[in-house]
Nanobody
């Protein structure tokens, strides 16, 4: 059974940090690129960050560049999203997703094969 399980969300003050984790099971994790997305209330889900299968290529939305870092430990079937200098506009449900395509477009949601259930991040100002 394929699963992606996010954890690490919570309530944090503006300027603070959180580290999200995405634990995968049921598929060959290191064959998949991983993306993090988020959806704020009343807004469409948007791309946040992505990592190639090896972790050698990473991509970020302009809104989080320099503040968020994506990394992965294939031996643990886990991807992380380190979020620093959090702002109120970072408040959203954060999702991880996995894509096995040979041509990976990090921000294209429809190409992702598997999705997690999401974890809530709330940043208070």
């Amino acid at each position: 059974q394929v699963q992606l399980v996010e954890s690490g969300g919570g309530l944090v003050q503006a300027g603070g940090s959180l580290r999200l984790s995405c634990a995968a099971s049921g598929f060959t994790f290191d064959d998949y690129a991983i993306g993090w997305f988020r959806q704020a209330p009343g807004k469409e889900r948007e791309f946040v960050a992505g990592s190639s299968w090896s972790g050698s290529k990473t991509y970020y939305a302009d809104s989080v560049k320099g503040r968020f870092t994506i990394s992965r430990e294939n031996a643990k079937n886990t991807v992380y999203l380190q979020m620093n200098s959090l702002k109120s506009e970072d408040t959203a449900v954060y999702y991880c997703a996995a894509e096995a395509g040979s041509s990976w477009y990090p921000a294209v949601q429809m190409n992702y094969d598997y999705w997690g259930q999401g974890t809530q991040v709330t940043v208070s100002s």
